[in-house]
């Protein structure tokens, strides 16, 4: 297996959108051959400041250096650079000839996911598509440069030599028919540890598979539902194979006098799908579930030939730009934040 980046670092930054502006800006690019494989080579160090800390990129000696410190903890920028040097190098970002820049993820040993050990996560590497460079002088409002930042002055006064680089990236919906690595996953378990089954007389339990939890009232016609962060709770409609978003909040008061009027969320967020599929390499059968929501993972569920359920989550198609700086405009940028 490859040597992996670290996964908590990665999904910080490409999962906040604080980080991320409008894909339609356009900047002057300056680069000698005008891609990201170039830029990386030239071991130019790029900067980024996130919840309190400071972070750097530098690919150097064929070697990735890359991390964060706590903006308290360090009287320059440039003592993160030192810190990461210190603690090491990486070699996960990988220059592909097409002159793209691929970060490796990885979420654990064997695909376990960080934030649950028993699960398994299957990510596709986020692909570093282009870096755009622009010069900034002078005064320059910041809530409009760069609105993740959330400085106390809203402008900030740039020297000669001060650049921001925007990394477009994609990280592209994860190919499972591609995947052929089984024996590293685990089943879903029941309450005694052991693999569920979920196979009765033949017939596949949807509701056992599907790991949910039934519905209340009137909302046991769409069957079950699965709450989730930020007030999000999908409910699964297996008879039409639907995903919708509701209010987790809304649903639960809705248990208590059966419906569940005025809690759906899908004019705001869509409705999602469930699929069917055949996997290409093994012929197991499996059902894709995707959410049509950039901020919330899909999830892959299937038997194996005992029976036994396995669920995988994947991440959707994301595309983010990333705001980086040089040296130069880094270290304005965190004088002007203390």
């Known amino acids: 297996m490859f040597r992996y980046i670290s996964a908590a670092l990665l999904a910080a930054l490409f999962a906040d959108a604080s980080v991320c502006l409008a894909q339609d800006d356009k900047f002057e690019f300056n680069i000698s051959d005008n891609t990201p494989a170039s830029f990386f080579s030239s071991g130019i160090a790029t900067y980024f400041f996130k919840d309190g800390s400071v972070g750097v990129f530098q690919y150097s000696g064929d070697k990735f250096y890359y991390g964060s410190e706590k903006s308290d903890d360090l009287s320059s920028v440039t003592d993160v650079t030192l810190k990461i040097r210190e603690s090491g190098g990486s070699e996960d970002l990988i220059l592909v000839p097409d002159g793209s820049a691929r970060l490796v993820k990885n979420v654990g040993d064997d695909y376990a996911c960080l934030w649950d050990s028993v699960q398994n996560c299957l990510y596709s590497d986020t692909v570093i598509t282009g870096i755009d460079v622009k010069n900034l002088m002078g005064k320059t409002d910041m809530e409009e440069l760069d609105p993740g930042l959330g400085l106390k002055n809203g402008s900030v006064k740039f020297p000669i030599g001060a650049k921001i680089y925007r990394f477009s990236t994609v990280a592209p919906v994860y190919d499972f028919d591609e995947f052929d690595d089984f024996s590293s996953l685990v089943c879903s378990k029941n309450e005694d540890g052991m693999c569920r089954g979920v196979v009765s007389e033949g017939v596949i339990d949807m509701a056992a598979l599907f790991e949910l939890v039934q519905g209340k009232g009137a909302l046991s016609g769409l069957m079950f539902y699965d709450a989730g962060r930020d ?20 649903l639960e008061k809705a248990g208590e006098d059966g419906s569940a009027e005025g809690c759906s969320r899908e004019e705001e967020l869509g409705r999602g799908s469930i699929t069917e599929r055949r996997h290409k390499k093994s012929g197991i059968v499996y059902w894709v579930v995707d959410y049509k929501n950039p901020g919330m993972d899909n999830a892959i569920f299937w038997l194996n030939s ?11 198609l994301v595309k983010k730009t990333l705001n980086m700086y040089n040296q130069t405009a880094a270290e304005t940028i965190f004088k002007a934040a203390r």
């Open 231 to 250: 007030d999000l709770a999908y409910l699964y409609d297996m008879k039409d194979m639907t995903v919708t978003p509701y209010s987790a909040s809304c």
């Open 306 to 316: 005992r029976g036994e359920p396995f669920k995988a989550y994947t991440n959707p």
